[in-house]
Every structure is written in C-alpha cells, then in structure tokens.
C-alpha cells in the first residue's frame, strides 16, 4: 500500500498531477528529457494528504523509509493546481531547504501540507477561480545539490515577451536568496545563441558566456518539450547543471499564429481601436472577424491586424503611420520603435494602388448637406430592418447559410463610400480646425469647443435620453425606493406600483432604442442590456438624484449655444486679422462641415451593434435548441466555440464536452492578461511612450482629446455596474466604449488608458464639453479611488494633487 504514498520522481510524469502535483508531474516529466538532470527524490502524494490523519503511521513510515541520515534535503509543496499551464502558484505554498534527518523531513510534509490552506493562498486560488474543494497538496522531496551556481532561466523574456531571447539570472551558491530577493543576480540576455546583454553583481561572473548559452540550449529543449515558454530554477555543481523546477510562464502575452513566410510580422490591437480591451469568447472574436473589413487574426482572446504589409511598404509607411498617429500616438511610436532597429522590418518594393478598373469614376466630393447623413441613415435602418425580417425563422443549417450571406451585406454597409467620406468629412474638418486655429489665432483644440451638441449624434443622444428616462420617474417615489431594491427581471413588479406603467414605458421605449447595447458590445455573447435591463438601474438612479427636471434638454441646449458663441468669437477674431475675411469664410466652411458630419461618426457603430444583437438572437436560439437535445448543457456553452463550430454542432448535433471545459479554462487565463498595443511575430510586446518634456513633474501623460482643465475627485471604475457618482467626480477607467456615455452626464471629467483622437470616448466627451485625457499608461493602478487630481485636457497630464 505504501507505493500509493510514495512515489519515486523516475515513476512520475506530467500525466500525473492529481497524484504529485503540478511541481511533481513537472519534475517527474523533466527527468524524462534526454541530458536533463533532476536532483534524486521523490513525491509524496496527495493520496497520502488526504489519508494523513487514518493512516499517519503507515505514511511516516513510507516517508522516513526514503530519508538517508547523512544527507541534506529540499521539502517543497506541490499543489494539484499547481505549475499548471494557467498559473504558476509562485510563493503561495511552503519550501524548505537544508533539511537533514526524517523527523525534520516529516515536519516539512505536514507545514507543506498545512501550507494549502493559508490566507494568501486561498485568495490566489480563488483570484484564479480555482475550486478550493478539488485541489490537493503534494510535496516532493528532493536531494539538495552542493551548488556552485544556480538562479533562474526564461525561455522567454519575461519583461518584453521576446520569445526569441532568453533571460537568465545568476548567482554564486544556492538560489534562495535570489528568488527570495535578498540578493542582486548576475543578468544575462541571450538571442540566437549569443550573449546580448549583461550586467554583472560583482567583480566576477557566477557563470561564464559559453555557460549561459549551454544553460540556455538546455532550456529551449525544455521549453520545446513542454510546448511552451519556461521558468526554469536550475544549478550548476561541477560543470554540470541540474534543473530543480521547470514551469510555465503563464504572464506572457500569446503570439498570433505563424504566418507561413519565416519572416517577422508586427499586429496592431483591434481592442485598442475599439475601446474594447477584455478577452472574447470564441463565438465573440470569430463573429468579428467574419464581418470586419480587413483580415483579423485572434490571440488570447482580442483581434489583431497584420500591419507588416503597410510597415514594409515606401509608399504607403509614412501615411498609415500618420493615420495612426491621429489616431493613437502610442501605436505609432511602438511601431516606429520597430521600424527603427535595423533589418527587423526591411523595406520591400514601393506598391501604389495600383490602376482602378475599367469604369471606375472617383467619388464626388461631399457637399456639406445634412440630408446626406440623413439618407445615410435611413437606407442603413432600412436594412436593419430587413434583416430582422428575413432572419425571422430561420434555424439549423439554413440559418448559418443565410447568416454567412447576412455578413456579406454587413461588410458591405461598412464599406460604403458614402458612408466612409461622410465620416471622413467630419474627422478631416476637425483635424484642419484644429491646425489652422492654433496656427492663425494660438487657439488650442477649437474644435472641442466648436462640435459641442453636433446634431444626429446616437451615442450622446442616448446619454441624454437617459436624463428623460429620470424625468419619468422623478415624481414617483415608490417607484424610486423599488428600484433601489431591483435585481434580474423586474420591469413586470414595476407596471404595479403608483407611477409605474409610466416608469416601464420610458425604461422599455429606452430600450427599443439603445438595449442592444452594452460594455463590450463588439462581443456578441455578452449580455445586452436589453437581456438585464437592470444594468441600468443604478445610472437612471444618479441621474434621478443629481439632475432637475429638464437636465437633458437644457444641456444640448447649453453646449449648442456655447459652440456657436465660439463659432462667432473666432470668426470675429480673424476678420481682424490682415486677409482675415477670407480666412472667416474659410473656417466658418469648416465649422459647418464639422457640424454636419462629426455626430454620423457614432451611427455606424451603432448600426453594427444593431445587427449584432439580431445574429445573437437567432444563435441563441439554436443554443437554445442544442441544449434541449442534450449537446449542450448549457445555451452559454456556445459561446466558447467558434461561428464554425457552432455550425459544425448544429448541423452533427456532437460536441466534445471537454473543449467547452477547456475553452473555459482558457477564457479565464485570457481575462487575466493586458494586451499591448502592438505585438511582434516573436512575442514581443511594445505599447509606446509619449516623447515630451511639457508636463509637470509627477505628471501622468497622455493625449487631450476634449479641452479644459478640471479638478475633482478621482472615482477609478473598472465596471460601469459599480459606478456610484457625485458631481463633480472625473471618471477614471481602463477603457469607455459607446455603453459608457450615460455616465458621462454625470461627470466633470475623464481619463482613460486606452483611446485616440476620435475613439468613441473622446467624441463623446467633445460633445458633452468634458476635459479629457485618453491613453493614460496605468491610470487606474496610480490613481487612487478618492484622490484629488488635476486633469488638463489641453495639453494633456493629470497631476495628483493628494
């Protein structure tokens, strides 16, 4: 019996962690490479911690059997979700050193074993969303080596993700004190086979070059066992090193699959465009990818586009990084940064366009008429509402046929030239604005000022509705006081209280306008608000106690007459000028231009959304009918697989069960990840930096997107559900997509970690008059909740103030 106790580390391999452990199945699975050496030992199971108090002696005795008197030995915990692919576990359990004598040794199993259950590792595991319940603590007892070296290896660079360089620490003796931090290492980069980089503790090295590249050619064969990038703790005694724990990196961020042509490829963050940096599901990203204009390519969850041809490309490099540097600054230096290092992205051969096919006439410009976007608009609703019609009824097979036609027209209405030159229209007036005020009158980002309530804006629009919706409910305060209360479905308890049919009117007339939204909403498997309508029950609150009657009417009403009393300043200002007539006519040109077309800005978005939620409807209806079959065991389950997929087990009617367990597993990984701005064909991830010297010091950067300056309280919200906001209060947050703007009538001003130039947040916060600063570098981890900062949205720093 005691062989289930006790397992020597040569009977062990990776399939074996719900025996050893992950530390164990890794060492027992190490000691299995060819040239790789383990330290002898053995596992002590977790049939032996569960059995441990009916069958101590018998345990003891299996243990104190394999302990040699003269010899010194390492005791160190091995959990079953431990070192595993999704989490390493780091520090959360116990290991001793230097243990000699089996009383000792028997002592570090039981600390080992109680070391399962302490504060900091029950609160890792639940971070991690493992089950308390079904992990098991095994410990491996291992001979301690005289070292004359050790430290720690990563097949990977653990700073920038560079797969292709290795990173090793070092220092004289045993590794304790390096992984405990109690001492300075010797640090080597490694790429190719070559040292690339050093920095020495002490006067002398602990490993020599031609030992680092050994170390190194030991760890790929590691790694390239395992599958993928280490963590490896090794030692050197005489000339040879001996791996004492090898486990997965599991902070680096996943590289997009290889493209097939050997050489490097650079991606740029479809999330970062859209505002929208959380993992998808696989039914989220896939449904993007199939109706997104240009190719996308998912990696840990979020969408990437290749940018390698443009980069490579003379003729067209300089514009697209000009687009996105409008757009997003940090984009543009991170992929500058590429372009600088010699031979990474060489130059190919100089493509133009090319010639347009025969009959093609290039377009008409816009003129600057409101009934353009109007018609925009209309033929865009009519098609929504064809869509809803045609896909009335549609199931199996015949629905995923009809949906793959569906996307065709989607893309279709995205590339509409129309469409595209009426957005331009708006985005080039205000870029020429903004240029020409500076340049003429000093003014900084007039156009701010100038696009405040611009008619036809759906996002802003439905902020403001939200205001109505207050109104509604205002008068009535049983209505008020069962709100507060509310949680799921509760529009059907409201219609019976004094006041509220009238209140479940002006919620469900809000949602037929605005409920196929949501955070996050270019991912169709997360819930509309629409599907939990109580989402916005905490935002009709604030807006019911912060805003008198008629908040909403007058506030368009305020931000128009301030725009055009700034449209009348600045032309007057530069009719004083010399030939300042001509550049009045000039720029009040550009104020109608910007006027009439900067609000369509947010229209096609929210026509994709539109469509979205009537393509999830129908998936989830077929959902709906995999789980009465018994495929699925859940309609949520469809969301971990892809469109294809989907269709594959609609049209089979199997499923593996485990890859929805596997998916699962994998989105939780994926959610804990942050992407960077731009990811290389190695893995290295770059995320830029601001190149300026103007801000004060201690000052966060980033980019101003709406002018003004604002103190206040700073509220750090990552969930627009716990929201809870005073006036006054600047809203801090990773990212605002479209869904974000009910919020925005109640706050002072923004910050945010990811955006541009014209990123939703940002015309939003034009609209609204709201001081904003976008693309803030850990703005939610340096501010604190509470703290008094400063937001200059002009020239674009927060400073905090306490």
């Known amino acids: ?80 979700a431990e070192d595993t692919p999704t989490a390493s576990f780091a520090g959360q359990h116990d290991t001793y050193l230097g243990v000699v004598g089996a009383e000792a040794v028997l002592e570090g199993v039981r600390r080992c074993w109680e070391s399962l259950f302490t504060e900091r590792a029950v609160a890792y595991r639940r971070r991690n969303g493992f089950d308390d319940s079904r992990v098991h603590m095994a410990v491996v007892v291992q001979e301690m080596v005289p070292a004359e070296a050790s430290g720690v290896l990563f097949t990977a660079d653990p700073i920038t993700g560079d797969r292709r360089v290795s990173a090793v620490d070092a220092v004289f003796g045993l590794g304790e004190a390096l992984v405990s931090g109690l001492v300075n290492p010797d640090g080597f980069k490694v790429r190719d086979g070559v040292v690339v980089g050093r920095a020495i503790a002490a006067e002398r090295p602990a490993l020599t070059d031609e030992q680092v590249v050994r170390l190194v050619a030991l760890g790929r064969r590691i790694e390239e066992h395992f599958g993928r990038p280490q963590d490896i703790e090794w030692c050197l005694t005489g000339d040879d090193f001996q791996i004492v724990q090898s486990r997965p990196i599991t902070t680096l961020y996943p590289v997009p699959a290889a493209a097939g042509d050997g050489g490097n490829h650079v991606y740029v963050s479809v999330g970062h465009q859209q505002m929208m940096t959380d993992a998808m599901r696989p039914l989220g990203w896939s449904m993007w990818q199939l109706t997104a204009m240009a190719p996308m390519i998912e990696a840990g969850g979020r969408l990437w586009v290749d940018a390698t041809r443009n980069l490579t490309n003379p003729a067209i490099r300089d514009g697209f990084l000009e687009m996105l540097g409008k757009a997003e600054p940090l984009v543009r230096d991170a992929l500058e940064t590429l372009l600088d290092r010699d031979g990474y992205l060489p130059a190919g051969p100089a493509v133009g366009p090319g010639k347009p096919p025969p009959g093609w006439q290039p377009p008409v410009p816009l003129e600057t008429d409101p009934a353009i976007v109007t018609g925009l608009i209309e033929s865009s609703q009519a098609s929504i509402e064809q869509l809803r019609q045609d896909i009335s009824g549609k199931t199996g097979t015949d629905l995923f046929g009809f ?58 629009e439905m902020g403001l509705a939200l205001l109505d919706v207050a109104d509604v409910i205002r008068p009535h305060p049983e209505v008020v006081a069962f709100l507060r209360g509310v949680d799921g479905d509760f529009l059907d308890e409201l219609g019976k209280l004094p006041g509220g049919a009238e209140a479940r009117e002006a919620i469900t007339g809000y949602l037929d306008r605005y409920g196929m939204r949501c955070v996050g909403e270019i991912d169709i498997t997360r819930p509309r608000w629409s599907e939990q309508p109580a989402t916005l029950v905490p935002l009709i609150l604030d807006n019911v106690r912060m805003f008198e ?78 789980v009465r079959a018994g495929v699925l065991e859940t309609a949520e389950d469809a969301y971990y697989l892809t469109f294809q997929e989907l269709h594959d087990v609609v049209r089979t009617e199997r499923l593996d069960s485990g890859l929805i367990r596997q998916r699962r597993e994998q989105f939780r990984t994926y959610q804990a990840l942050t992407p960077p701005r731009v990811l290389t ?30 103190e206040g309280r700073a509220r750090v919200i990552l969930d627009m559900a716990d929201a809870d906001l005073e006036p006054g209060d600047i809203l801090v947050t990773a990212f605002t997509d479209p869904s974000w703007s009910p919020l925005f009538v109640a706050i002072a001003g923004l910050v945010t970690e990811v955006g541009g130039l014209m990123t939703h947040g940002a015309v939003i916060a034009r609209e609204y008059g709201l001081p904003a600063v976008v693309g803030v570098v850990g703005a939610t981890r340096t501010i604190a909740d509470g703290q008094r900062i400063r937001v200059n949205a002009t020239d674009g720093h927060v400073e905090l103030l306490s």
């Open 403 to 460: 949906l793959l036609e569906a996307f065709e027209e989607h893309k279709r209405m995205l590339r509409d030239p129309v469409s595209i030159q009426a957005i331009m229209a708006g985005m080039d007036a205000t870029w020429w604005l903004n240029e020409k005020l500076l340049d003429w009158l000093g003014e900084k980002n007039a156009a701010d000022t100038l696009t405040l309530s611009a008619p036809g804006n759906i996002t802003s």
């Open 549 to 626: 009657p008629g908040a909403g009417v007058r506030r368009f009403e305020q931000g128009r007459q301030t725009a055009l009393a700034k449209r009348d300043e600045l032309l007057q200002r530069l009719r004083e000028q010399p030939d300042g007539e001509e550049r009045a006519a000039e720029t009040e040109r550009m104020i109608d231009r910007v006027r009439t077309f900067i609000g369509y800005r947010e229209y096609p978005k929210y026509a994709i959304i539109c469509r979205y939620f009537l393509y999830k409807q129908a998936l989830t209806g077929e959902a709906g009918r995999l």
């Open 1 to 80: 019996m005691t062989d289930q106790y006790v397992l020597d580390l040569r009977e062990v391999s990776g399939t074996n962690i719900t025996l050893v452990g992950g530390k164990g199945a890794n060492l027992g699975e190490l000691s299995r490479i060819d040239g790789v050496t383990v330290p002898a030992g053995f596992c002590v199971t977790t049939e032996a911690f569960r059995r441990a108090e009916d069958h101590r002696r018998e345990i003891e005795a299996a243990i104190a059997g394999r302990i040699r008197a003269d010899t010194s030995y390492a005791v160190r915990s091995s959990a079953t």
């Open 681 to 710: 064909s190695d893995g290295e991830a770059l995320d830029g930096a601001y190149r300026r010297d103007d801000a004060p010091a201690g000052a966060l950067v980033g980019l101003p997107v709406s002018a003004g300056t604002v």
